[in-house]
Nanobody, 123 residues
């Protein structure tokens, strides 16, 4: 069993920065793909970034160069550093995990473990 607990959302102005955190509890040592998704009302959940067990990362085109996904293995915590924020980054952000490796296409359907979500508002 795995539990994911997010923190760090909030509000900022365009051009600002926020850092999201996702603490993982339970059988986390065999998780092979960690990810951040975001969702706005009326739209599908969008993959933002993934982090594989080998350390490789992928990013959605809309956040490349601005967002960074990382992990602190000692704290069992996943992070999303968001810089140069834009109004279109406003969404509910979710961390997610799966036991299998990351796939080339980031799909919410591939992930079985989810955090509760944290709201990010840029205005």
């Amino acid at each position: 069993h795995v539990q994911l607990v997010e923190s760090g959302g909030g509000s900022d102005q365009p051009g600002g920065s926020l850092r999201l955190a996702c603490a993982a509890y339970g059988v986390t040592s065999i998780l092979r793909c960690l990810a951040w998704f975001r969702q706005v009302p009326g739209k599908e959940r969008e993959g933002v970034a993934t982090l594989s067990g080998d350390g490789s990362t992928t990013y959605a085109d809309s956040v490349k160069g601005r967002f960074t996904i990382s992990q602190d293995n000692v704290k069992n915590t996943l992070y999303l550093q968001m810089n140069s924020l834009k109004p279109e980054d406003s969404a509910m952000y979710y961390c997610a995990a799966r036991f299998g490796g990351c796939r080339a296409d980031i799909s919410a359907a591939d992930f079985g473990y989810w955090g509760q979500g944290t709201q990010v508002t840029v205005s």
